[in-house]
């Protein structure tokens, strides 16, 4: 989860929240970090997830817990520093494990500023395996059916690493969330701290898979692939696993 914000909100299935950005939200040249996006989005599905009663400890209580397994979003237009963003989101129909939900950004004055669109699954805290949403949520009847991409994002393919020198890091006490696990918002830094951007890579897309969850003190390699305007990232833990895929274009 983010820091505590004060947020305006629309309590209605599709969701409006008004969210003050932060100067962390940004990185030195003055642009929105991914991570701080898909904190946002974030933020604005778990107000939504409690609005439906499907929150954290709703779920607890039925024991499994919601994890997000894919995260893509296009920038239309950078947000601004010091400003609020309003972020809406909504939820579509799901599939036996996994559903999908849409968000928009945008200013005040209801400028596009970043589109996206993430997957969601259950898991139960015992087996860390996915759980069948079947019986255990129950999406509302009036769901509406726009949505952001007319394509659902592929997996990210892999890449041969060949005998390059990866960038290491050990995710901290707090980078874990109240799963246990690495909060999906802390990866989405890694590719850019493995390639220290210029000011010249401004994002205009950027996807984020999640293969396997990542523990607080584990070390993980970062290796990076570039492909022209396109920067492939893959953190890979201990045991060789591919915990985290990423794709950044520029």
Request: glycine fraction near 6%; avoid cysteine; proline fraction near 6%.
């Amino acid at each position: 989860m983010t820091g505590q914000r004060m947020i305006d909100t629309e309590l209605i299935v599709d969701l409006k929240v008004t969210v003050p950005l932060r100067v962390t939200d940004f990185d030195r040249y003055g642009r929105l970090k991914p991570s701080a996006v898909l904190a946002l989005f974030q933020e604005a599905a778990t107000v939504q997830a409690n609005v439906m009663d499907i929150g954290h400890d709703a779920m607890e209580r039925r024991g499994v817990f919601w994890a997000v397994i894919r995260t893509y979003y296009e920038v239309i237009r950078q947000p601004e520093l010091y400003t609020s963003v309003q972020i809406r989101t909504w939820p579509h129909s799901p599939s036996r494990f996994s559903f999908q939900r849409d968000y928009i950004m945008s200013s005040l004055d209801d400028e596009v500023l970043v589109r996206g669109t993430s997957e969601w699954v259950l898991m139960s805290p015992e087996t860390r395996q996915f759980v069948s949403l079947a019986g255990v949520y129950e999406p509302p009847e009036n769901l509406i059916e726009e949505r952001n991409f007319e394509k659902k994002q592929r997996k990210i393919r892999d890449f041969d690493t060949g005998d390059a020198m990866p960038y290491v890091v050990v995710p901290p006490y707090t980078a874990a969330d109240i799963n246990g696990h690495v909060n999906n918002s802390v990866y989405a830094d890694y590719p850019f701290d493995a390639i220290n951007p210029s000011s010249k890579h401004g994002v205009k897309s950027f996807q984020i898979d999640f293969r396997h969850e990542a523990r607080t003190g584990d070390p993980l390699a970062i290796y990076t692939k570039r492909d022209d305007g396109t920067i492939f990232t893959k953190g890979v833990d201990a045991k060789g696993e591919i915990v985290f895929a990423a794709r950044t274009e520029f």
